[in-house]
């Protein structure tokens, strides 16, 4: 009776799975519309030096998937936009370069592949700027949008986020940022001018000083000045009891060309705190800042590398 009851049950349920697969609706695989995905292999490599536009690029190389062995994606078009990392705002896109089918080389894998270069240079044009028009430290967003041969189209606002991600799989290449950096070269020996005003009854009078200073590097552009004043305080001041072996020493800070002169762990022999800025000329090497103590004093230094 159990052994008939489970014969019965059997041949019910397989009705019922006939009727529902019969009367669903499915579509098959082969009817199911393909994405493309660009996967980078390699890169980002190079920089965007602020100083050397023309002369600094970045490269990347990315291969093609999609149901046809990537052999249905018909272009890889580029737009870079400038992103302001101070107000966080992003311009308006331009484009900077298209890549169609005929550019690609089969790789290893017979994947299509293709290396692509741009310089700073071509990111600035594409922009309508130039370095006048923006800050080191910024950067320049990069955006990709890949065209199938069928017209579909796919850029990073339509590829899923598991995709599009950097994961060991994939990691769709449609967006990135590329920073504008400053490499900061400036340690050595200086010939200092400096010429400057004091307070001080002993001083009243303008002069100018000529001196020597070194600048020894921290890392990531800042160094240490051996003499922030250039020599004025040990004109100023030996009444004081400044002489060559008292520590002016200083923090000194190349940010793109813009120079910081200060330390807040710092004061000056006479216990008043020191502020200073200035510019460093990429051209002639020669770096100008200005700085004053707290009680007033003031000088213009000009370094001349030796």
Do not use: H
Request: contains cysteine; hydrophobic residues 35%; aromatic residues 14%.
């Amino acid at each position: 009776m159990m052994k008939n009851l489970n014969i019965f049950l059997t041949l019910a349920f397989l009705l019922v799975f006939s009727a529902c697969e019969k009367d669903r609706s499915f579509i098959e695989f082969k009817d199911l519309e393909y994405g493309a995905v660009p996967r980078l292999t390699d890169g980002v490599n190079g920089e965007f030096d602020f100083f050397n536009p023309t002369g600094s690029s970045i490269d990347f190389t990315v291969e093609f998937y999609d149901e046809n062995q990537g052999k249905n994606v018909q272009s890889y078009a580029w737009t870079v936009a400038y992103i302001n990392k101070t107000t966080n705002e992003v311009g308006a896109a331009a484009n900077i370069g298209s890549f169609s089918a005929s550019d690609f080389k089969p790789n290893d894998f017979g994947l299509p592949s293709i290396k692509i270069e741009f310089t700073f240079q071509q990111a600035l044009d594409a922009l309508g700027l130039t370095t006048a028009d923006i800050n080191g430290g910024d950067a320049i967003r990069f955006e990709a949008t890949l065209t199938k041969t069928d017209g579909k189209v796919f850029t990073r606002n339509n590829t899923g986020p598991s995709v599009i991600s950097n994961g060991p799989a994939f990691g769709a290449w449609f967006v990135f940022d590329q920073n504008i950096v400053c490499p900061s070269a400036i340690e050595g020996t200086y010939t200092s001018t400096a010429t400057g005003t004091s307070t001080d009854g002993c001083c009243p009078d303008e002069i100018t000083v000529t001196s020597e200073v070194t600048l020894t590097a921290k890392g990531s552009g800042v160094y240490t000045i051996s003499d922030w004043s250039a020599g004025m305080y040990l004109e100023w001041y030996d009444v004081y009891g400044i002489t060559a072996e008292t520590d002016l020493s200083t923090g000194f800070i190349d940010a793109c060309g813009k120079i910081t002169v200060s330390d807040p762990t710092y004061a000056e022999p006479f216990g008043e705190t020191l502020a200073g800025s200035g510019a460093f000329d990429a051209n002639t090497g020669v770096i100008t800042y200005s700085w004053e103590n707290g009680w007033g004093d003031k000088a213009v230094v000009i370094l001349t590398p030796k």
